[in-house]
């Protein structure tokens, strides 16, 4: 998912981040839904019991809210200058273009799980928002994490052929 943030600067999210942002929403609405039956159940028939459906709106909208907030998190942006990323957890990380040799898009999880930067001094720094998806049976680069992958390729390239000029 690609989020325009200025003239120059974008957000970029993989497939997970995504999903993680719909699915969020997607849980406060279940819950209200389930707390406003639960409320309607409970005048119909008078019972006080199915007012206790209203717990389980509080723990779908909890679970909801922090599912979108961590999606909304992991993302990287890119600016004309470099990029910014942060995972679901720990802080944000920063790399200008003009440190940075090449980006590299795994395409198999043998090759890595994370879009990584392969900076001039050597070292191989990863890009922990955009991994590829992955389930029981293991790792694949979904759409999502290609898309995200390429949009790095990309802005690295734009800034490669805005200094050789």
Same mark, same amino acid.
């Given at each position: 998912m690609i989020?325009?943030?200025g003239p120059?600067?974008?957000?970029v999210r993989?497939?997970?981040s995504?999903?993680f942002?719909?699915?969020?929403i997607?849980?406060?609405?279940v819950g209200?839904l389930?707390?406003?039956g639960?409320?309607?159940?409970?005048?119909?028939?008078?019972?006080?019991?199915?007012?206790?459906?209203l717990?389980l709106?509080?723990?779908?909208?909890t679970?909801?809210?922090?599912?979108?907030l961590a999606? @909304?998190? =992991?993302?990287?942006r890119?600016?004309?200058d470099?990029l910014?990323w942060?995972g679901?957890f720990?802080? =944000?990380?920063?790399?200008p273009?003009?440190q940075?040799f @090449?980006?590299?898009v795994?395409?198999h999880?043998r090759e890595? @799980?994370?879009v990584a930067?392969?900076l001039?001094?050597?070292?191989?720094?990863?890009v922990n928002?955009?991994?590829?998806?992955?389930?029981?049976r293991?790792?694949?680069?979904?759409?999502?994490?290609?898309?995200a992958?390429?949009e790095?390729v990309?802005?690295?390239?734009?800034?490669?052929?805005r200094?050789?000029?």
């Amino acid at each position: 998912m690609i989020e325009p943030v200025g003239p120059e600067s974008r957000i970029v999210r993989s497939g997970v981040s995504t999903l993680f942002l719909w699915m969020g929403i997607a849980l406060v609405v279940v819950g209200v839904l389930v707390g406003v039956g639960g409320a309607i159940a409970g005048l119909v028939t008078g019972d006080p019991s199915m007012l206790m459906m209203l717990i389980l709106t509080a723990i779908f909208g909890t679970a909801g809210v922090l599912m979108h907030l961590a999606g @909304r998190r =992991s993302a990287v942006r890119l600016d004309p200058d470099g990029l910014i990323w942060r995972g679901v957890f720990g802080r =944000s990380r920063s790399v200008p273009w003009s440190q940075v040799f @090449r980006v590299e898009v795994p395409q198999h999880p043998r090759e890595g @799980r994370t879009v990584a930067l392969l900076l001039h001094n050597g070292v191989r720094l990863p890009v922990n928002a955009i991994r590829m998806s992955s389930n029981e049976r293991g790792s694949w680069a979904d759409n999502g994490y290609l898309t995200a992958g390429n949009e790095i390729v990309a802005a690295h390239q734009a800034w490669l052929s805005r200094t050789l000029r």
